[in-house]
């Protein structure tokens, strides 16, 4: 049709501005998490740039779980301002973190938002290595938790990048209030019965925060932690899956800690995987048999519960890269979430604060340069490839990228 007049062609184009103005909804992310998908941590002090999730995308990652406590803040805390007082959203901050979520999306990865730190609950790095138990002691907390929530969902709840919230890093309740790590199940459910409705109600409060978010962002998947530090036997004592359907339960996997952690190193006679290692109250033989049988809890869990397998998530594990028998350890792990076709990302990817668990070093130790740049507050220059030593992961996302993966 010919257009006639100024007037009819000011008109369309009028039309047409308003058409491209209205936000496009980003698509549904739960259908991303319907198939397995392989991907890495960044727990940077730097926000990373694009070149770092081009690399990790290059092995075949499809999704990064990003956490943001170690940039540098506009005020005390990042994001939250405060975890004394939660007041609303840092703007500088904000803007960070969605330059962030762009670099990631343009490198074809999906996010998964992990704070370390909420109102009540700074992260013990961030708060002179002490544990902070506000949050599992005042519901006050819960609340301002469940603000900045609710801020941050409706900010973020259409950018193309995010693929899930992951609501709080190893969350421990548990800690102070009375129950030893890795319990017996009995002395799990009785603890819980005690505490249930208390400010440790770990499952209620889960509801109050993800409450917040469906009042601002109806289909963002959530992702939700056990107890205890994230622990595979941290949903041991729930008594039901939370109601919302479209909640991701993770859980991270570093047992035996003794042997697979950085305080082994300094042991004389550091312990081995495979051997005898400590473990809740006792010692017990870790090998690939009790590797399998512990990853097995929260998939039990699962099952009785009625949820699904493809909502089930690794979402960390590793060891020291050093120790002898860690490359044997990542393939162990790996080994059981193969079989349950369970989503996982490793910990973790060029980070550039902690090099222990870096896999691309191999086994050699890192030079002067890395410490100096974390004094001078300046980039990572480590020149990283692929290792032995990251072998078991390195494999596996290849062949995800090799074979497709559904949902990317």
């Not at 609340?143 to 995010?162: E, I, M, Y």
């Not at 009995?186 to 019965?193: L, R, S, T």
Request: proline share 6%.
């Amino acid at each position: 049709m010919t257009l006639k007049t100024l007037s009819e062609q000011l008109t369309l184009a009028a039309l047409l501005l308003g058409i491209f103005s209205v936000p496009v909804r980003a698509a549904d992310n739960i259908v991303f998490w319907n198939s397995p998908q392989y991907g890495g941590n960044s727990f940077n002090r730097l926000p990373p740039d694009q070149a770092y999730f081009a690399a990790l995308h290059g092995y075949g990652a499809s999704w990064v779980r990003l956490s943001y406590d170690k940039w540098q803040p506009a005020q005390r805390d990042f994001l939250i301002g405060n975890a004394d007082h939660y007041q609303g959203l840092v703007p500088q901050d904000l803007a960070t973190l969605k330059t962030t979520l762009d670099r990631a999306q343009a490198a074809g990865l999906k996010v998964v938002i992990t704070p370390l730190s909420l109102p009540g609950m700074r992260w013990s790095q961030n708060n002179g290595g002490k544990f902070d138990d506000r949050l599992w002691q005042d519901k006050a907390y819960w609340q301002q938790s469940a603000a900045f929530w609710r801020d941050l969902a409706k900010v973020l709840k259409d950018h193309p990048a995010v693929a899930a919230y992951n609501l709080i890093n190893e969350p421990a309740p548990e800690k102070m209030g009375g129950l030893v790590e890795h319990a017996s199940l009995p002395d799990m459910q009785h603890w819980y019965q005690q505490q249930k409705g208390s400010a440790r109600d770990l499952p209620a409060f889960y509801q109050i925060l993800i409450k917040a978010i469906r009042d601002v962002d109806l289909l963002t998947p959530i992702m939700v932690d056990g107890g205890w530090y994230g622990a595979a036997d941290g949903f041991s004592y729930w008594p039901q899956a939370l109601a919302d359907q479209r909640v991701l339960y993770s859980f991270h996997m570093y047992e035996p800690y003794a042997a697979t952690s950085g305080p082994n190193l300094k042991r004389t006679k550091p312990y081995q995987y495979s051997g005898i290692v400590p473990f809740g109250q006792g010692k017990e033989m870790w090998n690939a048999q009790r590797v399998a049988a512990y990853l097995q809890q929260p998939f039990d869990w699962a099952k009785k519960h009625q949820v699904p397998a493809n909502r089930m998530v690794a979402g960390e594990f590793g060891c020291i890269r050093v120790l002898s028998g860690c490359r044997q350890y990542l393939e162990d792990v790996l080994s059981v979430l193969d079989k349950k076709q369970a989503h996982w990302a490793f910990y973790s990817f060029r980070e550039d604060s902690w090099d222990a668990m870096d896999y691309e070093l191999g086994q050699s130790k890192v030079p002067w340069s890395y410490w100096q740049a974390i004094d001078n507050k300046k980039p990572d220059t480590l020149q990283r490839q692929n290792t032995p030593e990251f072998g078991p992961i390195s494999q596996r996302l290849g062949k995800s990228r090799t074979t497709g993966q559904k949902g990317n």
